[in-house]
């Protein structure tokens, strides 16, 4: 069973990816370059980005609760 910190490493790492992948996006549409191979590209980079981002944090929370503290 991963610890927190295991998942804050693996969070940040996907967070950081996602980030990259979504200014990348961004950069195209202030150059007007929305269409094309680049593009593309881009959109496939972002989507897989936010599927592996989802899937991680998509975790049932039974499972995430046993790795957390308990509070009080």
Same mark, same amino acid.
């Given at each position: 069973?991963? #610890?927190?910190? @295991? +998942?804050? +490493?693996? #969070?940040? $790492?996907?967070?950081?990816?996602? @980030?990259?992948?979504? %200014?990348? %996006? %961004? $950069?195209?549409?202030? #150059?007007?370059? *929305?269409?094309?191979?680049?593009?593309?590209?881009?959109?496939?980079?972002?989507?897989?980005?936010?599927?592996?981002?989802?899937? +991680?944090?998509? *975790?049932?929370? *039974?499972?995430?609760? $046993?790795?957390?503290?308990? *509070?009080?």
């Amino acid at each position: 069973m991963a #610890s927190i910190d @295991d +998942f804050r +490493f693996e #969070s940040h $790492q996907l967070l950081l990816e996602l @980030d990259a992948a979504t %200014m990348g %996006m %961004m $950069q195209l549409v202030s #150059s007007k370059c *929305v269409s094309g191979p680049n593009w593309d590209a881009a959109i496939k980079r972002q989507h897989d980005a936010y599927e592996r981002w989802d899937t +991680f944090i998509g *975790v049932p929370a *039974v499972e995430a609760s $046993q790795n957390t503290p308990p *509070v009080g």
